[in-house]
T-cell receptor, first 108, second 117 residues
Framework: DAKTTQPNSMESNEEEPVHLPCNHSTISGTDYIHWYRQLPSQGPEYVIHGLTSNVNNRMASLAIAEDRKSSTLILHRATLRDAAVYYC?????????FGAGTRLTVKP | EAGVAQSPRYKIIEKRQSVAFWCNPISGHATLYWYQQILGQGPKLLIQFQNNGVVDDSQLPKDRFSAERLKGVDSTLKIQPAKLEDSAVYLC???????????????FGPGTRLTVT
């Protein structure tokens, strides 16, 4: 099973970078790492996903360790609107198993 | 592009009553998911459809929960009879491609908040 481990909560100051870690030591070699986030009172939204190499999009960057046992979601400049629960997911047979995620608080 | 639509947004019922939720996925999305999210927890997959066939319902409490996706588009999730522990947000999501060896980007609706008293 591709179980993931994330810190329960993190804090950041507005306009500063945020590094959200995730451990997924049992992920298979062909499963992508997915990140979603859930803003208050909304459904989760896709952030980014990757397999082996680092990935960038307009929302964030994803740095994947060479051994694929961990990854880090990077928000380059946190804003108040980035306050959310961030989920790191390693699918099991295409089943997106959401854990409790990391609650990110952004301070002005 | 319209997102995933769900209704109702809120529902309050008494235990042992029945309730149904409706979901309209993004047009053209073959795969549809129903999740249950209990307060303070991440979403838990209940059932996954590919077109109108069930791909995975291993975590669906089949003694009281049922779901269907007629014609491979809209879907309904029903609970009968409801229990107190069913109080949660029920999320519907859809994705463009069927499972192909890797999970595809899912688009979530706003959810239905169910309170069972």
């Amino acid at each position: 099973d591709a179980k993931t481990t994330q810190p329960n909560s993190m804090e950041s100051n507005e306009e500063e970078p945020v590094h959200l870690p995730c451990n997924h030591s049992t992920i298979s070699g062909t499963d992508y790492i997915h990140w979603y986030r859930q803003l208050p009172s909304q459904g989760p939204e896709y952030v980014i996903h990757g397999l082996t190499s680092n990935v960038n999009n307009r929302m964030a960057s994803l740095a994947i360790a060479e051994d694929r046992k961990s990854s880090t979601l990077i928000l380059h400049r946190a804003t108040l609107r980035d306050a959310a629960v961030y989920y790191c997911i390693g699918p099991i047979n295409n089943d997106m198993r959401f854990g409790a995620g990391t609650r990110l608080t952004v301070k002005p | 592009e319209a997102g995933v639509a769900q209704s109702p947004r809120y529902k309050i019922i008494e235990k042992r009553q029945s309730v149904a939720f409706w979901c309209n996925p993004i047009s053209g999305h073959a795969t549809l998911y129903w999740y249950q999210q209990i307060l303070g927890q991440g979403p838990k997959l209940l059932i996954q459809f590919q077109n109108n066939g069930v791909v995975d319902d291993s975590q669906l409490p089949k003694d009281r929960f049922s779901a269907e996706r007629l014609k491979g588009v809209d879907s309904t999730l029903k609970i009968q009879p409801a229990k107190l522990e069913d109080s949660a947000v029920y999320l519907c999501a859809s994705s463009l491609d069927p499972p192909s060896g890797r999970a595809d980007e899912q688009y979530f609706g706003p959810g239905t908040r169910l309170t069972v008293t």
